[in-house]
């Protein structure tokens, strides 16, 4: 007979971004290691029904499961971490929940009653959080937010009530908080780790785990001693985690300071010494040094913000772990290059060039005007979704049709070569009509891909509308590119080469979803390794 999961709570407080999702994950690395079948899920109290209409420049990156779900960037470190493939069922949004209560209310499912918070929102949260944790021995719950925001009082006390329903033995509490550092008196702080720490008790939670986050190391007997004091919290549950050199590092620190062996006594989980022999060797040769440094610039229109772009940095970052070289990315600022005659200065000193995904018209020039550039001069080029588009765009404005184009970019134009696909005519702004998730690729013999790939059929995420105007495909070789991989049905372009090149490829669909740190993703290893060969 399957065992009940166990469930673990991580929530956060004093300020966001302290790193829950890394925290999260971090704890189902442990106990992966340990032999525990291990879900994780991000209840997230925004009213969104999903992350897929959020700005990117505010929220990150939205990323792909493998089922077509919209979610937050926190699903991508789950994924890497526990290289695990998630479902929608991990990514819950509070619209979506409400969404569903107001259409059984409107189909008279609750027979008249008054439709309430507590207890119809609480249930059907714990409803999802349960649907989620069948067959696993540990489920993990991140509560997005900080204790004391508008959005979250009924998710918190969703948790409350299913870790009294389940018992003490079988729930767990993690309150990641933050400690600042006053230069003044060069001292770290307790005293809103303490805060958020009784504003999560006055919700009915008492926290079992403390992760105490800081930008400074500090002395950890006496904090650990000072927090444990003031927060009821066992030291033997206190992890102190002033910043990492990487955040692969976590899991370790965490196993270091006990917390692993603390959650599965807590939970009275069977458990084997842990296994984290690779996981070590990946962080050692993080933090090692390397040579030679390759410098990659990506083109993009939201600046300097890494988590717009997550898994496209960790994916050429664990391909330059595999290739044990340094990696310098630099940004190249699309809507400047749309604007410049003469792009060589911007690429001066690079060694290739990515060509991330995107939506909009805002700077797509000037990321057609990069695509033609590598095309031109040969450099190593890597796109994704918007990049494939723009590579075929460029291959064809390179060949003398100066007025190729896109649907999304011009609509009524002449020689649109990326278009909307036939079956989505007519629901361009409504939701739900763009590929999202898995689909099959079957990759041409003899290409740079299938070489990398090791192997003819492939299975990769997308997340677009527009799609490679089929009829302009028979003219792709004398434009320079070759459609190397398509649909099972060869209906659908999803990736193209360039001819008599030392590496451009891109794909249609979102390579660097499955990438894992690792395991790095094959067209990711392609085009570090074809920088590699120029140094």
Excluded at 156 to 181: C, D, H, T, W
Excluded at 271 to 286: A, C, G, M, R, Y
Aim: glycine share 10%; aromatic share 8%.
């Amino acid at each position: 007979m399957a065992r009940e999961p166990k469930y673990i709570f991580v929530t956060g407080g004093v300020l966001s971004g302290l790193g829950k999702g890394i925290t999260a994950a971090s704890i189902g690395n442990i106990l992966q290691a340990r032999g525990l079948k291990v879900n994780i899920q991000k209840l997230d109290p925004y009213l969104n029904v999903d992350a897929g209409t959020l700005n990117p420049a505010e929220h990150g990156e939205c990323f792909v499961t493998k089922d077509g779900a919209e979610t937050d960037l926190d699903l991508g470190h789950y994924e890497r971490f526990l290289n695990i493939q998630l479902t929608n069922k991990s990514s819950v949004m509070s619209g979506r929940i409400l969404r569903n209560l107001i259409n059984d209310e409107r189909a008279g499912k609750f027979l008249g009653k008054t439709v309430q918070m507590v207890p119809h929102l609480t249930n059907a949260t714990i409803d999802v959080v349960e649907q989620a944790a069948e067959g696993f021995d540990v489920h993990i719950v991140e509560i997005g937010g900080t204790v004391g925001d508008y959005e979250s009082p009924a998710f918190f006390e969703a948790i409350r009530e299913l870790g009294a329903k389940v018992g003490a033995k079988n729930s767990l509490n993690v309150q990641v908080v933050y400690m600042p550092y006053l230069s003044t008196s060069q001292e770290i702080k307790t005293k809103p780790a303490q805060n958020a720490v009784r504003d999560l008790r006055s919700m009915g939670i008492v926290p079992n785990v403390l992760v105490a986050r800081s930008e400074q190391a500090t002395s950890g007997d006496k904090i650990r001693a000072k927090l444990s004091a003031f927060c009821g919290v066992p030291e033997t549950g206190i992890a102190i985690l002033p910043n990492a050199r990487t955040v692969y590092e976590v899991p370790l620190t965490l196993e270091e300071q006990g917390i692993g062996n603390y959650i599965v006594d807590w939970l009275d989980l069977p458990s084997h010494k842990p296994e984290l022999t690779d996981w070590k060797k990946l962080v050692e040769t993080i933090l090692s040094k390397r040579s030679p440094t390759v410098k990659v610039g990506v083109v993009a229109k939201y600046m300097d913000n890494q988590d717009t772009y997550m898994s496209v940095f960790e994916a050429l970052r664990a391909a330059a772990w595999e290739h044990k070289v340094d990696l310098d990315i630099q940004w190249v600022d699309a809507e400047k290059l749309q604007k410049t005659a003469d792009p060589t200065d911007l690429f001066a000193g690079l060694d290739g060039i990515v060509v991330p995904g995107g939506f909009g018209s805002r700077g797509v020039e000037g990321k057609i005007a990069a695509a033609q550039y590598a095309l031109t001069n040969k450099m190593p080029y890597l796109g994704l979704c918007l990049g494939m588009q723009v590579g075929v765009i460029a291959a064809a404005r390179n060949a003398g049709l100066t007025k190729a184009s896109s649907e999304e970019l011009d609509p009524k134009g002449s020689e649109l070569v990326i278009a909307t696909m036939h079956d989505q005519k007519g629901k361009e702004n409504t939701g739900g009509t763009m590929r999202l998730g898995d689909y099959p690729c079957v990759i041409q013999k003899g290409s740079k891909a299938v070489e990398l790939y090791g192997s003819d059929t492939i299975t990769e995420r997308h997340r677009h509308r527009y799609e490679a105007n089929n009829e302009y495909v028979a003219q792709y070789e004398s434009w320079g590119i070759i459609p190397v991989g398509k649909s099972p049905d060869g209906t659908l372009v999803e990736m193209i080469e360039a001819k008599n090149h030392p590496f451009f490829l891109a794909s249609q669909f979102h390579p660097e979803f499955l990438s894992r740190p690792n395991v790095p993703h094959p067209m990711f290893l392609g085009f570090i390794g074809s920088l590699k060969k120029k140094h």
